[in-house]
């Protein structure tokens, strides 16, 4: 098995290769440049420095959202149309469990938080227990003053992870909430093939043209038509 995984649904883009049962390599950039730019590039370079080629990959895994709705389409179109040629096996997964997974085997409850804007953040909720990772909440928006509602009747330490993390930190009155070093906080590919992984245990489809983004609310722009729709 040889997985190839896709992060592209905040500022920073990465990549990598996951064997199975360990991380073979994993490619980070947060250069400001766009992820149509840097993905594929990233995505060649790694298999060629693990003595890879296309060839060799048996599964793609990819974000599928939340998250910003262009790197969200990069991700998924990038993962859709590197598997289509070779008919392989595409596990869209969700970025909150994705992050969630790249804390590693933290005990106690995780906050997934990617800023949503309008004082909202894309969330989900997991407890970390005996190395397993058991979901709490589904992912969703919520606004910022709901989340304190919740998160205030949670005991022990509560780990904020994702491009949101620091402005949950900063927003919340909350004293268990703790912020892991800088480098576990944000969504990265290694937790990506991870949680494909988990979706493989599960039996979960892995169907590429069956795959669609998860954005779970209208962009801006559909958003301001449906106002313009409904004031007409």
């Not at 804007?117 to 969703?140: H, M, P, S, W």
């Amino acid at each position: 098995m040889l997985i190839l995984a896709f992060e592209t649904t905040a500022k920073s883009c990465s990549v990598a290769l996951h064997d199975g049962r360990k991380l073979l390599a994993e490619s980070y950039q947060n250069s400001g440049l766009t992820h149509s730019q840097t993905l594929m590039v990233m995505a060649q370079d790694l298999l060629k420095v693990c003595g890879r080629t296309a060839a060799d990959v048996t599964h793609l895994a990819v974000a599928a959202g939340p998250g910003s709705f262009t790197g969200v389409r990069i991700g998924v179109s990038a993962a859709k149309g590197f598997a289509w040629g070779a008919e392989l096996p595409v596990y869209g997964v969700s970025t909150l469990e994705a992050m969630a997974l790249s804390l590693g085997a933290w005990e106690g409850h995780i906050c997934c938080c990617m800023d949503a804007r309008r004082k909202q953040v894309y969330n989900a909720i997991f407890l970390a227990q005996g190395g397993k990772l058991e979901r709490i909440t589904e992912d969703r928006a919520i606004s910022l003053a709901e989340l304190q509602t919740e998160l205030e009747h949670i005991d022990g330490p509560i780990y904020l992870v994702g491009d949101g993390a620091a402005l949950a930190h900063q927003s919340l009155d909350i004293p268990e909430l703790l912020l892991p070093p800088e480098h576990r906080q944000h969504q990265r590919a290694s937790g990506v093939a991870l949680a494909a992984i988990e979706a493989m245990n599960r039996g979960e489809s892995a169907d590429g043209a069956a795959l669609q983004p998860n954005y779970l609310r209208m962009s801006q722009a559909e958003r301001e038509r449906l106002e313009k729709m409904q004031n007409a």
